[in-house]
């Protein structure tokens, strides 16, 4: 079983565990996958006969039906956040994070190899990642960070950031 527990800043690589890494390539996923939802959006709409006033509900049906939607919950105290996740049938290994002052991002990638294996508790058929962005509470330190992943348990520890 992968546990495994540090603090890091953005650029320090964890041995074969959970990384955090730079917020530009997460930015360009977002942007990416965004075409992608809207391209699905617009099937969605001319699938129904192309009829107005459903723009937001085709959006939120494409949505759903691209992106895997893990969990998430905040525990806030005065000094820090706590950001917990699962993210079962991953391994530490496949796991990114990225961290901004007010935003985290999440993205969790199965190696090629395990694809192909279908039955992964709690995703559809033929599922391979997820990709998650988290709205922070309140502003952060993104090099102080506390990770945490156990038993497809993901925790991470965040300080807030003092002005």
């Not at 565990?17 to 917020?23: A, L, N």
């Not at 085709?58 to 893990?70: G, N």
């Not at 000094?79 to 002052?101: C, H, T």
Request: charged share 30%; hydrophobic share 35%.
């Amino acid at each position: 079983m992968n546990s495994q527990a540090t603090s890091m800043s953005p650029s320090d690589p964890m041995s074969d565990g959970i990384r955090i890494v730079g917020v530009e390539s997460f930015k360009e996923q977002m942007r990416e996958f965004s075409k992608v939802i809207a391209a699905r959006a617009y099937d969605i709409y001319e699938r129904r006969g192309r009829e107005e006033g459903h723009a937001v509900e085709d959006w939120i049906r494409a949505e759903s039906e691209l992106r895997c939607l893990t969990p998430i919950g905040i525990l806030e105290s005065p000094d820090q956040l706590e950001v917990n996740s699962r993210l079962p049938g991953f391994k530490a290994n496949e796991i990114e994070i990225g961290i901004e002052p007010r935003r985290l991002f999440i993205r969790a990638q199965k190696e090629q190899a395990r694809i192909e294996r279908s039955g992964e508790p709690g995703y559809p058929e033929g599922f391979n990642g997820i990709f998650r962005e988290v709205d922070l509470p309140d502003q952060v330190d993104p090099t102080r960070v506390a990770v945490t992943f156990k038993s497809g348990n993901l925790c991470l520890t965040l300080s807030r950031a003092f002005a």
